[in-house]
């Protein structure tokens, strides 16, 4: 007597009423909606011989009583809810063939009394929380020709044993926590990954799965003897050595994954063909050779991963026979030439990475009719000429890299047609020119946008502040000018985003106001020699530190004069030095002038302060009015800068007629040795740091808390001292004395 009842929308629990059916034979309840225990009784079926209780929400243990159906040969409660050992009384089953309790939460060790079901044929128990060791016993089960044991907390080595298995075709013990070596006294087990007898005994095999173990050494060189095998799947071990002999000439296989973690060798040109595959994960390998056109022969191949190897040669155009490829992974390699134009044929792709290789040319225009491209990464490698404005009709990109490449010509306004990007679009490090498209706001889904260190002119498109999505803006290492966009993004920009431009503005921390621009527009153009005359297109203020310069106060004047012929490009290799060439981390701030760095001058050659020149009466006289006026503003420009422009204000503390440099073209540069001898990172002083920037007492009044008013007083002092020729002795002991 039969009853089936599957796939019918039961719920409740299994009603102990069907257990007076003492004749049933095969009960099936599988696919419904029961749940509850299992019922002890169902022990009374005993002339059950098949029991199929899978995909309900059965809890509790499986039943003791289950050892009293003697006659059953199927016994299937997978996905359910079980919890609990597997009772070791399941080993009265001894005419079971074929036990399935996968998707379960069943616990501790695989029982040693299955190893007595000698008649069966499936033993699977994956997904479950199954601990200890794979017992050796399982070579007595010869019968067996699937073994599942995947995803556990499976530990210990693969037993020798299993070599006992010659039936079996497939193998999954993939994510547990086995291990490639154990001591040999630890029950006849073979030290070494896989049974020596593994694969010329598995002549039947099929399917191994053995990913995310930690196992090692080398893998087994016959595992494809049987002809057989579809799926070789060992990604996520430590196996090292060649990639296996039997392996290279497998016509059956479909699915081969042997990357992350392990280390295997072998020349890629000398695989397949393999007129079956499916998908090859051979990324992050040591692979060598070239990429044969056999590959192209793998007709039904949808997915090909090769990263992060050592291949060299071109990307055969013959690649574009497999067209049902939908990712093609090869970066990280040593591929050089054309990317080939024949690709853009492959209308399933819709991953192509061919990042960080050698490739040079141009990016084929024809790349613009692969309609199901969603991830394009040729980041990291020579490509030239303009982005192709044909790339805008890949609608479904969601991510664009085309970073770190020669690329020259403008942004083509197509990209703001590529709405479905979200992930990034990476143009920078190239050498893109010309304005920012307005389209670029179009793209309301990007999140990272990254333009930075190219040649684009112009203002950022205020369109950019409603892309809503955007979290990242990199337009730093360009030509940009004009006011920041307004919007959510530019409320927490990084200041790092928009440095080193012409002149961005904007209401964040570290850029000048824009209303500040206009003041200094409409002042002479001089002003702009504020920074150091140095031939970066940007002019950059240095607040210098340099203490030895104090003492060069009472120079004579062979001294002034060399600093008078003061050559520009040494004092720029000074400062490049310094600054470990204009490195970020030196820097302090950013404004209309440009970027504010700090840096300890070594040597000192640029000495020539306005006391010196002004205690030098040949060169007094040179300091007509007209210059000292410039002088004058200047030095206010400076203070300016240093107190509205700088975020947090810079309080300079020590402005002083020692402290003003001058040039050739009396341009006046604001240096500053007193705080040198309190930033000294050597000095006991160190913790006064912090304090550079607003809290450190002037030098005037110790005790007072510092602000802009102290620069000011000290630069009415200058004004009068390049007055009068002199510093006022009797203004600074009316100072002292109140
Ligand atoms: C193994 O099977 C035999 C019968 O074939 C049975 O007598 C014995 O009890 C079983 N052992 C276990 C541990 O279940
Ligand atoms: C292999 O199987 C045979 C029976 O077919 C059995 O006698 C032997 O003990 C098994 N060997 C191992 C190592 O389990
Ligand atoms: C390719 O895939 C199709 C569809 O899955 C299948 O029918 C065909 O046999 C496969 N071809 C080869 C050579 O494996
Ligand atoms: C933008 O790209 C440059 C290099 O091209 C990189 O240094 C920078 O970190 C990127 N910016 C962001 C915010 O990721």
Known sequence: MFVDLTYNSLCGEIPLAITSLVVLSYLDLGFNGLHGNIPQELGKLT???????????????????????????????????????????LGNLNKLMDLELSENRLSAGIPVALFNLTELKRLSLEQNELTGSIPHEIGLLPNLSTLGLSTNQLSGPIPLSLGNLTLLSYLGLDFNQLVGSIPAEAGGLLSGPLPREFASNFAHLIDINLANNS???????????????EKFIVFMNMFTGPYPTSLKTCRSLKYISIGGGNQITGDVSSLGPYPRLVAAELGANNLSGCLSKTWASSINLTAFYVEINMITGNLPPEFSNLKKLEELVINANNLIGKIPLELSSLVNLYRLDLSQNQFSGHIPLEFGQMENLQYLDISANKLSGSIPKELGNCLKLISLALN????????????????????????????????????????????????????????????????????????????????????????????????????????????????????????????????????????????FLISVIKNSATAGTRDVLSVWNFDGKLAFEDITAATENFNDK???????????????????????????VLKNEELAKELDWQKRVTITTDVAQAIYYLHQECNPPIIHRDITSNNILLDADFKAYVSDFGIASILKPDSSNWSELAGTYGYIAPELSYASVVTTKCDVYNFGVIVLEIMMGMYPTELQSLVSMG
């Open 404 to 543: 770190h490449n020669n690329l020259s010509g403008d942004l083509p306004v197509t990209i703001g047609n590529m709405r479905s990007l979200q992930i990034m679009l990476d143009v920078s490090s190239n050498k893109l020119t010309a304005r920012l498209p307005a389209e670029l706001g179009n793209l309301v889904l990007l999140v990272l946008l990254n333009l930075s260190h190219n040649h684009f002119t112009g203002s950022i498109p205020t369109s950019i502040g409603s892309m809503d999505s955007l979290s990242t803006l990199d337009v730093s290492y360009n030509n940009l000018e004009g006011p920041l966009p307004t919007g959510r993004l530019f409320r927490n920009a990084s200041i790092r985003w928009f440095l080193h431009n012409k002149g961005l503005c904007g209401n964040l921390s570290g850029l000048p106001l824009c209303s500040s621009i206009p003041i200094i527009e409409h002042h002479n153009a001089r002003i702009y020699n504020l920074g150091l005359a140095i031939s970066i297109p940007v002019c950059i203020v240095i607040i």
């Open 215 to 229: 196992l090692s050494g080398e893998l087994p060189s016959d595992v494809c003897r049987g002809g057989k095998l």
């Open 47 to 89: 002339s059950l011989q098949g029991l199929e209780l899978s995909g309900n929400l059965l809890s509790g243990h499986v039943p003791k009583h289950f050892a009293n159906l003697t006659r059953l040969n199927t016994l299937h409660i997978f996905s359910n809810n079980l919890s609990g050992p597997i009772p070791p009384s």
């Open 586 to 612: 030196y820097i302090i701030g950013s404004g209309s002038y440009g970027i504010v760095y700090k840096a300890q001058l070594q040597g000192g050659r640029l000495r020539g302060s306005l006391c010196t």
